[in-house]
């Protein structure tokens, strides 16, 4: 079994200052975790993977995530926000077979001037 | 490229209502997959189809059939609806089961009533 949990359902920054969103994780496996990014009416979008590569793994838009397996977290930083950084974001793991990934409920992101 | 293309963008139904939820790709992808997406619950998957000719159960597949029309085409149909379906519906497409990445639609928004 696997579950995500996705510690804050809504964070606000100012602009420029560092995003952390929080994100940990529960898998039987060696997981593949990401972070998919939602616009307002939009589809979602990849901005990073894990695949048991690099532990520290760099995304668009000057995103990045770290894998601490010992903490069974995977963490989304920047470090400074922009206004077009607000959106819904989304940790996702994928363990075991098939590609069925299994979503967090989501961080609202507000960057405020 | 248009990438996954859904429709229609929005829609109305009355309970009892049929209707179906038009999905394609155009990447050339094996794997298709649909989703709700419900305030605070993250995406959940409805049914998936690893590979053109097959589709397997997801999370919450009561009261929805999928057909693969082809390899590009996959669509999601509700017989009779109910208010407890309204939600926004993603499909998104992977390169194969085993493949983590998957690429999202622009959704659907369907209200039954």
């Known amino acids: ?113 | 490229n248009a990438g996954v293309t859904q429709t229609p963008k929005f829609q109305v139904l009355k309970t009892g209502q049929s209707m179906t939820l038009q999905c394609a790709q155009d990447m050339n992808h094996n794997s298709m997959y649909w989703y709700r997406q419900d305030p605070g619950m993250g995406l959940r998957l409805i049914y998936y189809s690893a590979s053109e000719g097959t589709t397997d159960k997801g999370e919450v597949p009561n009261g929805y059939n999928v057909s693969r029309l082809n390899k590009r085409e996959f669509s999601l149909r509700l017989e009779s609806a109910a208010p407890s379906q309204t939600s926004v519906y993603f499909c998104a497409s992977s390169e194969a089961a085993d493949s983590y990445e998957q690429y999202f639609g622009p959704g659907t928004r369907l209200t039954v009533t």
């Not at chain 1, 898998?27 to 998919?36: E, N, Q, R, T, V």
């Not at chain 1, 920047?78 to 990934?101: I, Q, R």
């Open chain 1, 1 to 113: 079994a696997q579950s995500v949990t996705q510690l804050d359902s809504h964070v606000s920054v100012s602009e420029g200052t560092p995003v952390l969103l929080r994100c940990n994780y529960s898998s039987s496996y060696s997981p593949s975790l990401f972070w998919y990014v939602q616009h307002p009416n939009k589809g979602l979008q990849l901005l990073l993977k894990y695949t048991s590569a690099a532990t520290l793994v760099k995304g668009i838009n000057g995103f990045e995530a770290e894998f601490k397996k010992s903490e069974t977290s995977f963490h989304l930083t920047k470090p400074s926000a922009h206004m077009s950084d607000a959106a819904e974001y989304f940790c996702v793991v994928n363990a075991g077979t098939a590609s069925k990934l299994t979503f967090g409920t989501g961080t609202r992101l507000q960057v405020t001037l």
